[in-house]
């Protein structure tokens, strides 16, 4: 499907089909966010802290929707680059509050443009009642998929 040729493809399961189109938006996401030296997977997680300042890992992980490792080991890669600050919590000092930094927000500033472009690019070739059924679909799928755990 290289060139939009759908032949380039047999018959494949619907799994295996948001796999690919996984792979070719965040590979596209990959490159814009390139200059900010941020992975999507990084700009999901700040994005997370930067809306709503103050959250413990858990909280993190449950709202950017990756688990807790995955979440540490981001939030250490967001940390030694300035782009976030951990805050020992006053009633569990086990845990830690984040926060972006300055730089951390100016960077969110300047690279959720580029996420929303990202839908911007389906709209090139699909309509917005399409593009809403999509969101739908994926979300119907996420919840079905969450209650499986």
Known sequence: MENGNEQDLPILSVGFLMGVAYRKLSAVLHHKLRDYDLTPEQWSVLYTVDQSQGLIQKEIAERSHKDKPTTT???????????????????????????????????TQATTPIEDSMTDELRAFMSEPEIDMLRELLLRIHHHLGTKQ
């Open 73 to 107: 080991r981001i939030l250490d890669q967001l940390e030694k680059k300035g782009l976030i600050h951990k805050q020992v919590g006053e009633n569990d000092r086990r845990s830690f509050l984040v926060f972006t930094t300055e730089k951390g927000k100016e960077v």
